[in-house]
């Protein structure tokens, strides 16, 4: 949602604040710019549409200066013109912007009365023109940055660059992440660590309401309420940052064949080796004095949250109450005294899911945080920070960390029902050796890829596709449908099968797909009657299921793919696989843009 970043550099800042955003891309690609001071003079360039046309735009007119700041946006408050790109600026004051700005109609309404006039409709120009105020009213440039940081309501990470000042960037933040990164005789400040990985590993990350003067000898940081603020300077792990296609053709493509090595790392921290006990960090969770547990959290990540509420009332008798992230908060939903609230997130940035987190924070008895990113907002605010260990991911289209967050939440509702004794240990420890199994069964499931790739030729031609399951087959059914709608933009739907007659058969002809995702289990027979109404409808019903399913379902089917066998309750992990990789390749035979599908981005700060 936005990437920034900014260089006080002994270089020159243009290619390196480039080389950045190009890492930062995954945030938004709608328009980049960069805005540098050259013996004084503050300049910038801007470009609608992916980064390589800001870096084309350089080529034929260069922007020299060793200080800099870069943005890369999705845009939120005006079309994605180059008029709208940031950096906005006044005549000596460049600013970059990721969040929304409340109150910009107020404040805008108060600079036109002073005769102010605007060239975008966005909300940032607004933080530009109201320092440029200040300036103009005879303000230093830290002070008319903070000044206008005070009188901002809404969410930013905010970094400002001065017309004359070849040594300063001023940055604040009030909910999007914002670090700054240490150099050796210069800094950087950036939307995360992994835009400054190739810089430094050193990081400071600010919090809510901190602002902060960086010169090329540090960074002076200073509270909400202005005192010197004493932030911890933390050591990246650069492995953690690695962002390369290794010779992949898409970064979703690399992340889906991960996925065995993610889960087998996600064991390997959960559960000590030669051991049949699952060990949380800290001082972990007692669920012998749990009541009830609330999941909250958005997209795929909601999906594993609503995958997780079976294990957890089925295996350890648990009541769940999961909700949507962006509308938790808004039923004011009281928590009984013995809940623990869990919210799971790749990102660890997701606004909604924050503030979902912020309401339960003085309701719940505990927070917890499954994350993939351990210095992210959420994880900082959580009381048990669970991290997910699937390392970077690029693709917008979330993979591997689906799989990463229910490998974890499933073994949590094993320690769960170990702790309230709803599973005996000998059920736990038959359960962890078939998860132990896993990653080899997930990469038997990898090996199906062209048989899957023969389906997503047909389905690229469909207009609208339904995926239906029962169990944890329909939180599956759910991701399936929002990958292949997000990243091939053919219209999907999941349902719960038994939903199918009350209202979906309706949209069933010869034209719609109807994959039905059914492991051969207990359900099975209920949900072929339900492929078989498809069948009867004229639908192409494909069926992901095991050579039994796929034997008994008989000639109706349009089209299959023979998965291996696994314990039940780990389907909703292996059956994933094909999911992702039908939506792959539809996305890849209609030839839309994998990675960095339209309208989306992969951190989302805003409500
Ligand atoms: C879909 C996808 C999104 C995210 C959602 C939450 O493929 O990636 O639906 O799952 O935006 O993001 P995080 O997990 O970062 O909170």
Redo the contacts with the bound molecule.
Sequence with gaps: MCGIIGVLGDHEAAPVLVEALKRLEYRGYDSAGIATVNHGHLDRRRAVGKLVNLSDKLVHEPLAGKAGIGHTRWATHGAPTEVNAHPHRGRTVAVVHNGIIENYRELKEELAALGTEFVTQTDTEIVALLAQRYVDEGAEPVDAAFRTVDRLKGAFALAFLFDGYEDLIVIARMGPPLAIGHGDGEMYIGSDAVALAPLTDRITYLEDGDRAVITRAGAEIRDAKGALANREMRQVRLDATRVDKAGYRHFMAKEIDEQPTVVAEVISHYVPSGSDEIILPDDGIDFTKVNRLVLS??????NACMTAKYWFEKLARIPVEIDI?SEFRYREPPLVPGTVSVF???????AD?LAALRYCADKADRIVAVV?VPESS?ARESGLVLPIHAGTEIG????K??TA?LTVLYLLALKAAADRKALSGEQVADRLSALRGLPAVMNAALDLGDAVQRIAIAVSEARDVLFLGRGTMYPLALEGA??LK?ISYIHAEGYAAGELKHGPIALIDSNVPVVVLAPGDDLFDKTMSNLQEVVARGGKAVLISDETGIAQAGSGVWMSVPMPKVHGDLTPILYAVPAQQLAYHTAVAKGTDVDQPRN?A???TVE
């Design positions: 959290a958005c997209g795929t990540a909601f992230a799971v997130s790749q990102s660890g940035e997701t899911t993939n959420i917008v289209a979330s993979t960390a689906f967050q929002l990958k997000e989306l992969k951190s989302v």
